[in-house]
């Protein structure tokens, strides 16, 4: 006897050497047919009364088709086929791209617009290839066989960080791809997904007075911290400009701009839109402090990297300093926040703050002139190389009276 077919059966069958088919027992005529690629297909079979030959009528692919549509339509079919007629078939769906396919558009159309492009493109190729999925039907990638990779990521592979950005990722291109003018989905499998990695927990750290002057100090002797002068200076840059140490680490001659004046504005360092988060130019202005730390390293070359360094470089050394110093964990981006919180701390609001480190309000479109907040940013430049110089002078003086 035929069982009834349901969602979760569905689902659960897996693709096989050669095509298979499964009836339901709710619809006579109605199966559904999978393919070795793992395509779901519903199916109805008549029997034509002129020929007398069974025929065979494409409902549509699962689950772009739901089970109840699919009955549906077969007992149209059935009417029609029981009055002598002929069902006329359904049109095959437009939505049949596979995963391959709508990585390579999503990578086209939004990808190759963000600073991380490259990066997340890289993890939506790994997931096809790791997980077989680049030749199925993105409409045939469910919620279990989603759960049961990202399940696979974070607890067979012991990568729950990883685990967590995979959904992220995976979640905003399957979003994309359901939107009005694509629809290659109807459903987003990950929309419901919890994060398999457990709740992300946003880091807090920043480094004390104390902290500063010790790194700093040590900096000033590169070699015995085991890192070279380049690394050094850029992981001081990042804390005098509060910039993102993927902005510091791949500045280039020509970004620094108007050092010897007169300028209307100052020395200051324009960045791309190619180099930025939110995909949109910005200006952070030069302390003197900066200036000190980049001349020296500025190169006849202006197209050449201030410091030529490798991807992970800074947090490499980041790991060798805190060993070698014996120092609480920190993170090249924990020198941006120290910044953020002396700014903090000498009274500047959140939202200031936020101009200096590029941020944008939630939910606002970031289309902002280059050189909006400038003055604003100028002052909170000032007043973060006032302090970090206040605050290494304090060290300098106690050293004095030890």
């Not at 109840?68 to 002598?84: H, L, P, Q």
């Not at 990578?107 to 990066?119: D, K, N």
């Not at 911290?225 to 990042?238: F, P």
């Not at 120092?327 to 120290?338: A, I, K, Q």
Request: glycine share 8%; proline share 6%; net charge positive.
């Amino acid at each position: 006897m035929r069982k009834n077919l349901t969602d979760a059966a569905i689902r659960s069958f897996e693709p096989g050497a050669k095509q298979y088919a499964k009836g339901d027992g709710a619809c006579p005529g109605l199966c559904l047919r999978v393919t070795p690629k793992g395509a779901k297909t519903f199916a109805f079979a008549y029997r034509h009364k002129a020929t007398g030959k069974v025929v065979w009528l494409t409902i549509g692919r699962y689950p772009e088709v739901t089970l109840t549509k699919a009955r549906e339509r077969a007992n149209d079919a059935r009417k029609v086929a029981a009055n002598g007629g002929t069902p006329v078939p359904y049109p095959e769906t437009e939505n049949t791209k596979t995963y391959a396919d709508v990585v390579e558009m999503y990578h086209a159309e939004r990808l190759v617009m963000l600073r991380s492009g490259h990066r997340v493109h890289t993890i939506l190729q790994r997931i096809g290839r790791v997980y077989g999925w680049n030749d199925r039907p993105i409409a045939a990638i469910s919620d279990d066989g989603a759960a049961a990779m990202l399940v696979n990521i974070a607890i067979q592979r012991g990568k729950r960080t990883m685990a967590n950005r995979a959904k992220n990722v995976l979640h905003t291109m399957f979003k994309w791809a359901k939107q009005p003018g694509r629809k290659f989905i109807t459903v987003n499998p990950f929309s419901d997904l919890p994060a398999p990695g457990g709740p992300t927990v946003k880091r807090k750290r920043f480094l004390t007075d104390d902290e500063i002057r010790q790194l700093w100090r040590a900096l000033g002797n590169p070699e015995a911290l085991d890192i070279s002068r380049d690394i050094a200076t850029a992981l001081k840059l990042i804390l005098v400009t509060a910039a993102r140490p993927g902005m510091v680490r791949g500045i280039v001659g020509s970004e620094v701009r108007d050092l010897s004046g007169p300028s209307a504005n100052g020395p200051h360092w324009s960045l791309p839109a190619a180099r930025m988060k939110m995909n949109a130019e910005f200006i952070t202005p030069l302390s003197g402090l900066a200036l000190e730390l980049l001349r020296p390293n500025l190169k006849t070359d202006s197209n050449a990297e201030i410091f030529p360094l490798p991807r992970n470089a800074l947090h490499e050394a980041a790991q060798r300093i805190v060993r070698k110093l014996g120092m609480e964990r920190w993170v090249p981006h924990d020198l941006r926040r120290t910044a953020a919180t002396i700014l903090d701390r000498e009274g500047y609001s959140l939202e200031q703050i936020g101009h200096l480190l590029a941020h944008s309000r939630k939910g606002v479109t970031a289309i902002y002139a280059r050189w909006d907040n400038f003055d604003l940013k100028r002052n909170m430049a000032t007043v973060l190389e006032r302090s970090l110089r206040e605050i290494l002078q304090q060290g300098a003086e106690m050293q004095s009276a030890a």
